[in-house]
T-cell receptor, first 113, second 112 residues
Framework: DVKVTQSSRYLVKRTGEKVFLECVQDMDHENMFWYRQDPGLGLRLIYF???????EKGDIPEGYSVSREKKERFSLILESASTNQTSMYLC????????????FGPGTRLTVT | DAKTTQPNSMESNEEEPVHLPCNHS???????IHWYRQLPSQGPEYVIH???SNVNNRMASLAIAEDRKSSTLILHRATLRDAAVYYCILRDDSGTASKLTFGTGTRLQVTL
């Protein structure tokens, strides 16, 4: 079974803090994605990576950065957390050769106070 | 990006078939149609995808209109475990990685 794991299910941070969200996949997938999910807005793509050290902006990259130093790990960084970044964050991965299916992690619910 | 339109919610009785519609009138010739679903408190999971022909798998069937401007996800016998938000998505392969653009989906309620 493909597994995508995220470091925390729930996280509470203060405004201005630097926040790291970690995602690990065990299927040797080339592509990894970070989404946020908000009521009424569905899932929106923040950043994605198609190879180690490669990244591209998604639809809403402002206020976020990412890091992919190893193939299995993709980190989302909030340099200075703000209350409007309170959301559910979902990580996903897919194969480069067979990209039709993205496998999602369980999500991290981040609250910024 | 081509967009999809789905009803906000639908209801079904258990063990009856469910037809979930999706309109995608601006679909391009190379866009694949994907369906994902999201169960409560979980990440989305893949259901099915297709390009032009109807598709079947163990979870569902996908019926694609001849002009490809609409499609229907068919659950043959809904169960309580099928209660979820169902997303109809057009896959964009134009960049360095295949991307999915999720809309707000259809919330399916299944009752006894």
């Amino acid at each position: 079974d493909v597994k995508v794991t995220q470091s925390s299910r729930y996280l509470v941070k203060r405004t201005g803090e630097k926040v790291f969200l970690e995602c690990v996949q065990d299927m040797d997938h080339e592509n990894m994605f970070w989404y946020r999910q908000d009521p009424g807005l569905g899932l929106r793509l923040i950043y994605f990576s198609y190879d180690v050290k490669m990244k591209e902006k998604g639809d809403i990259p402002e206020g976020y950065s990412v890091s992919r130093e190893k193939k299995e790990r993709f980190s989302l960084i909030l340099e200075s957390a703000s209350t409007n970044q309170t959301s559910m964050y979902l990580c996903a991965s897919s194969s480069g050769q067979d990209p039709y299916e993205q496998y999602f992690g369980p999500g991290t619910r981040l609250t910024v106070t | 990006d081509a967009k999809t339109t789905q009803p906000n919610s639908m209801e079904s009785n258990e063990e009856e078939p469910v037809h979930l519609p999706c309109n995608h009138s601006t679909i391009s010739g190379t866009d694949y149609i994907h369906w994902y679903r999201q169960l409560p408190s979980q990440g989305p999971e893949y259901v099915i995808h297709g390009l032009t022909s109807n598709v079947n798998n163990r979870m569902a069937s996908l019926a694609i209109a001849e002009d490809r401007k609409s499609s229907t996800l068919i659950l043959h016998r809904a169960t309580l475990r099928d209660a979820a938000v169902y997303y109809c998505i057009l896959r964009d392969d134009s960049g360095t990685a295949s991307k999915l653009t999720f809309g707000t989906g259809t919330r399916l309620q299944v009752t006894l």
